[in-house]
């Protein structure tokens, strides 16, 4: 099965001709460069809106691929596992990326109030380009768009850089210089652990389907 990010990186080159470009700071090194998913920008604002619109793509598709997620749990069961307890971590994982969602809208929103000129065009080509690491989902056999769909997690620098955004613009207002990388700031007790998912089991035969 191609993984999560050979598949997004596939989408995003697709869809990297037809978007319009993005500000960027300074070239990245390799070693930041790898930190960032594929096709993202590398500003935090940027970076945010496109963590967004993947987010919510995926969120999107839920509906359309739980049927099949749950014939390939059923007939794939891991040894000792619960077939209950598993669906569970689906609507657990749907209730965070309501939370994440709602933390990348705070962020993008302060970020655009701190903004000394408008930044709403950005944002929203940033999204749109987030959105098309979905693109091809209707194009997918519905076994495939389900396995890639399971096996997705949100980048973890999606929450980190979404909370300094939001800190940051908050604190400093108009002074915030909203073209240039940072370090996400480490997260404080309490704070949205990083919406990750554990990969399906690997299926010895091929999933029917589509």
């Known amino acids: 099965m191609i993984t999560p990010i050979l598949f997004a990186l596939a989408l995003a080159a697709q869809d990297t001709e037809a978007a319009a470009p993005i500000e ?6 390799p070693e930041v460069e790898a930190a960032y998913p594929p096709g993202a920008p590398r500003d935090p604002y940027g970076l945010v809106a496109w963590c967004y619109g993947a987010l919510s793509a995926h969120k999107g598709l839920r509906d359309q691929v739980m049927p099949e997620v749950i014939r390939i749990e059923t007939a794939y069961r891991r040894p000792g596992s619960s077939l209950a307890q598993d669906l569970k971590s689906y609507d657990e994982l749907d209730e965070l990326s309501v939370r994440n969602l709602a933390l990348f809208s705070r962020a993008m929103e302060a970020a655009e109030k701190a903004s000394p000129r408008p930044i709403n065009a950005q944002g929203a080509e940033a999204l749109r380009r987030g959105r098309g690491t979905w693109s091809r989902a209707a194009d997918l056999p519905r076994a495939r768009l389900a396995q890639e769909w399971m ?16 800190q940051r613009a908050l604190l400093m207002g108009p002074a915030f210089d909203l073209s240039a990388e940072f370090e ?21 035969e091929p999933v029917a389907g589509g």
């Open 184 to 204: 996400p700031l480490i997260p404080e007790a309490g704070a949205v652990e990083p919406q990750t998912e554990e990969a399906p089991a690997p299926i010895d």
């Open 24 to 29: 960027t700071a300074a070239p990245a090194t």
């Open 151 to 166: 096996s997705w997690t949100l980048p973890a620098r999606c929450e980190t850089t979404a909370a300094t955004l939001e």
